[in-house]
């Protein structure tokens, strides 16, 4: 009797703590995660805008496809919180192309345009769960340059100025294998207004949204 209660006890005490080391054991966060994401950022399409290249707004491509990569480490936790520090380079391009009948209200002829959007800069992430996966919130700051060209032209200095722009946002991934995750985020893009160039007026501030997944690697 004295041996089968023993072993009811080493039993029950192995059912009891087999989740408590089952949870102790879900793994931190990395150390490096790096995410590379097809992206899909809408462009505006303003009056402000166009009115800066000497452009219609019929002509702005809008919707457009991109990618981004992001570079963060993982530094510290508290409590629940895992911080995060990193860096990311995000471009986008889109195209308009006009039909041959299209012209605009003043019957001028529409010109296909091309533009593009690169971003670079810094962020602190605010990441939540283990190393199998987890969610974030992040904010960061860095430089623009954006383009928005006529077929045929060169670009001009409105082209290549260096805009201020804040990201914020957030996303999550989930660790399909020991090493590879499927990730998703969602980011706006707050630019700051361009300078005037001669006669035409700077780009308008503008917040842009790009929606990005695909694959992080840890």
Not at 79 to 85: C, D, K, Q, Y
Not at 95 to 120: K, M, W
Request: with cysteine.
């Amino acid at each position: 009797m004295r041996r089968h209660a023993c072993a009811v006890v080493l039993l029950l005490d192995a059912l009891i703590s087999a989740p408590a080391r089952a949870q102790d054991a879900a793994p931190r966060l990395p150390l490096v995660a790096v995410d590379l994401h097809l992206s899909v950022p809408g462009f505006p399409q303003e009056p402000t805008l166009a009115d800066s290249r000497g452009l219609v707004v019929d002509e702005l491509p809008g919707h457009g496809l991109g990618s981004d990569v992001t570079l963060t480490v993982y530094p510290v936790r508290w409590r629940a919180v895992t911080f995060g520090l990193g860096g990311s380079l995000m471009t986008a391009h889109a195209s308009f192309s006009p039909s041959s009948s299209a012209t605009t209200t003043d019957t001028a002829a529409l010109v296909p345009v091309a533009e593009r959007l690169r971003t670079i800069g810094s962020q602190l992430s605010f990441n939540f769960g283990t190393g199998n996966g987890w969610s974030y919130l992040s904010a960061g700051i860095g430089k623009s340059t954006w383009s928005i060209v006529p077929d045929g032209a060169m670009e001009a200095a409105a082209d290549q100025q260096s805009l201020k722009t804040l990201n914020y946002g957030g996303g999550a991934r989930w660790f399909l294998t020991k090493h590879v995750a499927f990730s998703f985020d969602v980011r706006f893009y707050a630019i700051n207004p361009g300078l005037p160039q001669g006669e035409l007026p700077g780009s308008p501030r503008t917040t842009l949204r790009v929606i990005g997944a695909g694959i992080s690697l840890k």
